[in-house]
């Protein structure tokens, strides 16, 4: 008979704790046996523990700074963002026209930044060295007169090499690099956006450059645009120079000398240096002008162009001049 009343006594309080309309904590069980009320007693005191913690849950998270809950929540993410742009790859903007037609103005690159070595963040200390730079590729890097800014150019010579440029053709350690004049017909849209319009600094002119003048002008540069296949190295890639009539000389501080198609000049590139020049000859403020580039100051092998974009921030970026970078 207890066993039948225990049995009785028990199905009706799980009965009771299966009603959807009545809380556990209103039940009255002092009819039952010993076990349930031993159970129901338990599940208070839990029941008791577990809205304490999701109290001092709350009440912790209402009393943190929203700069610790975003750090808490966003954290991992910032960091693996962090470690793959300081050590695998980093995307870069082309803001000039000093590597046409190998990259164009609006261009987007990923730049692999392992190829030479990797460095710490901040202090760029090479930690663990994994290659060097060959001729002929393309870089970014830290410009050496000012380390904030990053440069994009191609490498001609590398640490040892004596650098050489006499009637139009460059040459390392006195072997010419082989270049062929080539018919290369520009991407229209592409040449277009060679030069940035540019809002003017006197309040009575509203451009010093303005958008059709850039366009009229890439057009007119495009039509005295003369393009050479060179090979260095590993690499073949299109060099570009324009009419002398298109040009005005400048004056190299580095080579002491004036640049221009009919100069001569001779660099030895110094250890742990480099030597980079523009694929746009003439349209290039590089090496001939402000010297070597720093083993330290290289940050890395552009690669692929993944994205372009025209300058503005209502133009849409396109991903149809995709390419490998040569």
């Keep these: 008979m207890k066993k039948e009343a225990y049995l009785t006594a028990l199905s009706e309080h799980n009965m009771l704790m299966n009603n959807s309309n009545q809380e556990l904590d209103t039940i009255a069980i002092d009819d039952a046996p010993i076990p349930v009320k031993q159970a129901e007693r338990e599940y208070r005191e839990a029941k008791r523990h577990a809205n304490i913690a999701?109290?001092?849950?709350?009440?912790?998270?209402?009393?943190?700074?929203?700069?610790?809950?975003?750090?808490?929540?966003?954290?991992?993410?910032?960091?693996?963002?962090?470690v793959v742009r300081s050590f695998i790859v980093e995307p870069f903007n082309i803001p000039s026209s000093s590597m046409v037609p190998t990259l164009y103005t609006g261009d987007f690159v990923a730049v692999n930044k392992y190829s030479y070595g990797i460095r710490l963040p901040l202090t760029y200390n090479k930690v663990i060295n994994t290659g060097n730079p060959e001729h002929g590729d393309v870089v970014v890097f830290r410009f050496p007169e000012d380390p904030k800014i990053y440069y994009i150019k191609r490498i001609i010579g590398l640490p040892g090499d004596e650098v050489s440029y006499s009637n139009g053709k460059l040459s390392i350690n006195g072997k010419q690099v082989p270049s062929e004049q080539v018919n290369f017909t520009a991407d229209k849209t592409l040449t277009e956006q060679v030069y940035t319009p540019v809002k003017g600094s006197d309040p009575s002119r509203q451009w010093d450059l303005s958008p059709n003048d850039a366009i009229a002008m890439a057009q007119n540069e495009e039509q005295g645009a003369h393009y050479f296949q060179e090979k260095l190295g590993e690499h073949t890639y299109l060099r570009r120079y324009l009419e002398p009539s298109?040009?005005?000389?400048?004056?190299?501080k580095f080579l002491n000398q004036t640049i221009s198609h009919d100069s001569s000049w001779s660099v030895k590139v110094p250890d742990n240096n480099y030597f980079v020049m523009g694929?746009?000859?003439?349209?290039?403020?590089?090496?001939?002008?402000?010297?070597?580039?720093?083993?330290?100051?290289?940050?890395?092998?552009?690669?692929?162009?993944?994205?372009?974009?025209?300058?503005?921030l209502s133009n849409i970026p396109t991903f149809s001049h995709n390419r490998s970078i040569d």
């Design 54 to 82: 999701t109290t001092k849950k709350y009440n912790t998270s209402s009393n943190e700074h929203f700069l610790i809950r975003w750090a808490h929540d966003y954290f991992p993410v910032l960091a693996v963002v962090l």
């Design 246 to 252: 298109l040009l005005s000389n400048e004056y190299s």
């Design 279 to 312: 694929d746009n000859s003439d349209r290039s403020e590089d090496g001939r002008y402000w010297g070597f580039v720093p083993d330290e100051n290289l940050a890395g092998k552009a690669v692929y162009v993944w994205m372009h974009k025209k300058p503005g």
